[in-house]
């Protein structure tokens, strides 16, 4: 027998053995059952689908509780609380992780996004609520506490915030869903779970393939003055399997006066809402920490300063919605975002 005919002989049974086993591992993966978890956490609904032969809630559970004793304002508990409260208190590396993030976007973007914001987004917050907004003077003197630059760490034995003046007060609000739907992702992929969805408050991860066997699809809100979100529409549905996909917008968190219109995202630079055309950034970044920063950064600085951040940064991709100069919603997006959208409702 010919040396080369023999040698594809003993092939054969190789191949065989391969065929055979990826069609059983095929077949165990398509019978292995979704798991679909829900709660409350970070003051918002969570929503996590992922495939696996058990219930992970438990540990997600435990990936969302860290993130919520560092960062979140609505737990007394948190590291970040007591360090508003300016409390002595050692940080951890959650919350160095996702300081040193915010920091460095801070930085890059001028200061458009700004954990510091926290005193003016409580001013605003309570004016919204109580028809009462903060005066020209309160404004200016909120602003002497707000600043990236006023804010750092402090190593030593321990690392701890320091501040320039004891009022600086901390928001991680525009970071941490993303950095928890990151948290939660990272320990799914740990557990060799290859298909997953993670959304807490509209924030989104995702990874392989939906329940339905096709690629993750994630609605966009059509911008409509609807503060009680009764009519929804969707603008657009994005594909955004192996991505982070995060949604900052105005155009349901308003408040009209003397008939002029005020969004809730408040420009630290200024200390006032942003008043300019740009109603909703969608971002879809490798991480959705990054996407969850970035899109708020991009509501701050506006149709052209978005456009002008993502020149610089290819690995991101945006969905920006904006009203044109005759007043009409118009959409503009990244072209690498083409293949991204599957529809467009009009």
Same mark, same amino acid.
């Given at each position: 027998?010919?040396?080369?005919?023999?040698?594809?002989?003993?092939?054969?049974?190789?191949?065989?053995?391969?065929?055979?086993?990826? #069609?059983?591992?095929?077949?165990?993966?398509?019978?292995?059952?979704?798991?679909?978890?829900?709660?409350?956490?970070?003051?918002?609904?969570?929503? @996590?689908?992922?495939?696996?032969?058990?219930?992970?809630?438990?540990?997600?559970?435990?990936?969302?509780?860290?993130?919520?004793?560092?960062?979140?304002?609505?737990?007394?508990? =948190?590291?970040? =609380?007591?360090?508003?409260?300016?409390?002595?208190?050692? #940080?951890?590396?959650? *919350?160095?992780?996702?300081?040193?993030?915010?920091?460095?976007?801070?930085?890059?973007?001028?200061?458009?996004f700004d954990i510091t914001v926290a005193p003016l987004v409580? /001013?605003?917050?309570?004016?919204?609520?109580?028809?009462?907004?903060?005066?020209?003077?309160?404004?200016?003197?909120?602003?002497?506490?707000?600043?990236?630059?006023?804010?750092?760490?402090?190593?030593?034995?321990?690392?701890?915030?320091?501040?320039?003046?004891?009022?600086? !007060?901390?928001?991680?609000?525009? @970071?941490?869903?993303?950095?928890?739907?990151?948290?939660?992702?990272?320990?799914?992929?740990?557990?060799?779970?290859?298909?997953?969805?993670?959304?807490?408050?509209?924030?989104?991860?995702?990874?392989g393939i939906s329940e339905k066997r096709v690629p993750w699809?994630?609605?966009?809100?059509?911008?409509?003055?609807?503060?009680?979100? @009764?009519?929804?529409?969707?603008?657009?549905?994005?594909?955004?399997?192996?991505? /982070?996909?995060?949604?900052?917008?105005?155009?349901?968190? *308003?408040?009209?006066?003397?008939?002029?219109?005020?969004?809730?995202?408040?420009?630290?630079?200024?200390?006032?809402?942003?008043?300019?055309?740009?109603?909703?950034?969608?971002?879809?970044?490798?991480?959705?920490?990054?996407?969850? /920063?970035?899109? &708020?950064?991009?509501?701050? !600085?506006?149709?052209?300063? /978005?456009?002008?951040?993502?020149?610089?940064?290819?690995?991101?991709?945006?969905?920006? @919605?904006? &009203?044109?100069?005759?007043?009409?919603?118009?959409?503009?997006? =990244?072209?690498?975002?083409?293949?991204?959208?599957?529809?467009?409702?009009?």
């Open positions: 027998m010919n040396p080369t005919n023999k040698k594809r002989l003993w092939q054969i049974p190789f191949l065989l053995f391969l065929i055979v086993g990826t #069609v059983i591992i095929i077949r165990q993966q398509h019978n292995m059952p979704y798991q679909h978890n829900q709660g409350m956490i970070f003051g918002t609904s969570y929503h @996590i689908v992922y495939q696996h032969d058990t219930d992970l809630h438990t540990a997600i559970i435990q990936q969302l509780q860290a993130v919520d004793d560092a960062l979140s304002p609505f737990n007394p508990h =948190s590291i970040i =609380s007591q360090v508003n409260r300016g409390e002595s208190v050692a #940080v951890n590396e959650l *919350f160095i992780d996702v300081f040193e993030m915010a920091q460095r976007i801070a930085k890059e973007t001028d200061g458009a409580n /001013a605003w917050g309570f004016g919204f609520k109580h028809n009462e907004f903060p005066n020209e003077a309160a404004i200016d003197s909120l602003r002497q506490t707000v600043g990236y630059n006023k804010v750092s760490l402090a190593t030593g034995r321990t690392t701890t915030v320091r501040k320039t003046d004891p009022r600086v !007060m901390l928001d991680c609000s525009a @970071i941490a869903k993303g950095y928890g739907c990151d948290r939660v992702a990272s320990m799914l992929r740990k557990m060799g779970v290859a298909n997953y969805m993670i959304e807490i408050g509209g924030e989104v991860v995702t990874k699809r994630i609605g966009v809100t059509k911008p409509t003055d609807d503060s009680l979100n @009764i009519h929804e529409e969707l603008q657009t549905v994005v594909n955004v399997t192996d991505k /982070a996909m995060a949604t900052s917008g105005n155009y349901r968190n *308003f408040y009209y006066k003397n008939g002029k219109k005020y969004a809730h995202t408040i420009d630290p630079r200024t200390g006032y809402p942003v008043q300019h055309s740009i109603l909703s950034a969608t971002v879809l970044a490798p991480s959705c920490a990054l996407a969850d /920063a970035y899109a &708020t950064s991009m509501m701050v !600085m506006g149709l052209d300063g /978005a456009r002008q951040l993502l020149s610089r940064h290819p690995e991101l991709m945006a969905y920006l @919605i904006y &009203t044109d100069k005759e007043g009409n919603t118009a959409v503009w997006y =990244s072209p690498s975002m083409q293949d991204k959208i599957v529809t467009t409702e009009n």
